[in-house]
């Protein structure tokens, strides 16, 4: 593990769900302290590629690195253990658990006692601390979007990967979501991987992006580069939010 | 009402020991969705382990009475758990991702290699225990009636609720029982939280045969015969309970179980013994019609 390894690097990574080839051959890679995007439209391969990250579907071919180590045939469980964490596609929350026990949920596995994780967690979406004793499964969407994402912080992760943080919510609460994952980069140096449809979001808020098209990376650069591009501007960002 | 009392008594006797199985096939069906249809045999397996344990320590007199029954008791759950273990290790886990009746078709093998395997090294004749704790006190007496309450029957029903207590704090309060219902609602954010669901699962089974290794023991104290087939009936009858409470709920499969031990006591006191089978069932079809997810089963609405 060397200081100038790359936090996350992905190479030629082919996944399959059972005949279909999902992801063709990804490469990309994220450095420490990074907020990197992931774009693309709907069944591009985004979700598929954060969950390949995570062993479950298990990448076919390829190499998936974290700072140096080869990951790729790793179990889920060790792999989130030696530091990724993913608020998923569909947020999975655990409907009969309370609000309280999902966060803890989140840092149970790495040993971590749970106390500081949701002060911090609870400082970052004041809502969840008053739904402490909520079942999951009764919250709104935008609550459940924010334990999705407080889950994943309980377990003080080296690389986060979120998935669609914004999806189905109102502009206020992803507007939220999305200065809150600016805080957490900025005061912690927190490595993230975003997955988006909503393209203008995410494209102002990372410092690099990436355009998945049909399992393929299309095109690479620097958010205001991507901004900038005629062609993302007619494919994703459809006529100026 | 002196009768009635007395039934009373016997049937929550029994029915405490369905419960304490049918917490077994409540949790795997709860965690891993399927019947695990050897889990009757295990069971049996305890009644067994508590019975060669029992004979070593009385016939070899090292010690008798209620210290020589707790330690018989540990004994077999620490067994039975081994076996159940096991049996998830070699017949189930190869096939988890597997089409959904390949662990079904397993379990019935395993049901059926566990009673020949106790049917060739025990044998198969009935295998008698003399009574270990005799007596007990008498509560209330109506002309020739009296109503006795066992020291067995106290010592069933105060081992089940500890166990059931032990078995409450641990899947609510400890990060084993979180893990476990984290698994049961949903396996694959459990393993993205970094929870080794396989361990969590194998857990599980462990548990679920250490309550069925103290119905086991308590079976074989109470009724004082058991074979290589008993794990059947009672294996069928748990399920019943655990279908009846609703599957997947840990309360339901004690209120399902005792439930269908005071149906088949009160009908066997009342009608006719040879029915009590036949009545136990029909209750439960009868429930079902109306309430297809059993008593206490999930009908929670989930936002997604």
């Known amino acids: ?241 | 009402m002196a009768y009635a009392l007395q039934q009373l008594i016997n049937g929550v006797s029994l029915g405490m020991i369905y419960g304490l199985i049918a917490v077994g096939y409540t949790m795997v069906y709860g965690i891993i969705g399927m019947i695990n249809f050897a889990h009757g045999d295990i069971f049996m397996i305890g009644a067994f382990v508590a019975l060669t344990a029992m004979v070593m320590l009385v016939s070899g007199g090292l010690m008798e009475g209620p210290a020589a029954i707790l330690l018989v008791l540990a004994i077999s759950m620490a067994f039975t758990a081994l076996y159940g273990w096991t049996v998830e290790r070699i017949a189930y886990r190869p096939l988890r991702g597997s089409f959904r009746l390949a662990p079904l078709i397993s379990a019935i093998g395993m049901s059926i290699v566990l009673q020949n395997f106790v049917q060739v090294s025990q044998g198969a004749r009935v295998k008698p225990l003399e009574p270990q704790l005799p007596g007990g006190i008498e509560l209330m007496r109506e002309g020739t009636f009296v109503v006795q309450l066992s020291y067995m029957q106290m010592l069933i029903i105060a081992s089940t609720l500890a166990v059931l207590a032990i078995f409450t704090w641990l899947v609510t309060k400890t990060p084993l029982g979180r893990a476990m219902r984290a698994c049961e609602q949903d396996r694959k954010m459990a393993s993205l939280l970094g929870i080794d669901t396989d361990r969590t699962i194998s857990l599980t089974f462990v548990i679920g045969a250490s309550l069925a290794a103290v119905a086991g023991t308590l079976y074989l104290l109470r009724y004082g015969v058991i074979d290589f087939y008993i794990g059947f009936l009672a294996g069928v009858k748990a399920f019943t309970a655990a279908v009846l409470g609703g599957i997947g709920s840990l309360p339901g499969a004690v209120l399902g179980g005792l439930l269908i031990g005071l149906i088949e006591t009160f009908w066997s006191a009342y009608f006719s013994v040879q029915y009590k089978d036949v009545a136990a069932f029909s209750i439960l079809a009868i429930v079902l019609i109306f309430m297809p997810t059993g008593l206490l089963g999930r009908q929670e609405v989930e936002k997604v």
């Open chain 1, 1 to 241: 593990m060397s200081a100038s390894a790359p936090m996350l690097e992905v190479q030629d990574l082919r996944t399959f769900y059972g005949a279909v080839e999902a992801l063709k051959g990804v490469s990309l890679h994220v450095d420490p302290g990074e907020i990197v995007t992931l774009i693309g439209a709907n069944g591009a391969g985004k979700s598929t590629l954060l969950m390949s990250l995570c062993g479950d579907p298990r990448a076919r071919s390829g190499r998936i690195l974290l700072e140096g180590e080869d990951i790729t045939a790793m179990p889920t469980h060790q792999i989130i253990r030696r530091g990724v964490a993913q608020s998923p596609e569909g947020r999975r929350i655990f409907p009969r658990m309370t609000v309280l026990e999902n966060l803890i949920m989140g840092a149970q596995a790495m040993g971590h006692d749970p106390a500081p994780g949701l002060e911090r967690v609870f400082a970052l979406f004041p809502r969840l601390n008053e739904r402490q004793g909520q079942r999951g499964g009764t919250l709104s969407g935008g609550e459940q979007q924010m334990l999705a994402i407080g889950r994943a912080l309980m377990s003080k992760p080296r690389l986060l990967l979120l998935d669609e943080p914004s999806l189905g919510l109102a502009p206020l609460i992803s507007r939220q979501i999305f200065a809150a994952i600016k805080a957490l980069n900025e005061s912690e140096g927190l490595t993230v991987l975003l997955v988006e449809q909503n393209a203008n979001q995410a494209l102002r808020l990372a410092h690099r992006g990436y355009v998945l098209v049909t399992g393929r990376i299309t095109m690479s650069g620097s958010g205001a580069e991507l901004l900038a591009r005629p062609e993302i501007r007619d494919a994703y960002l459809g006529g100026g939010h």
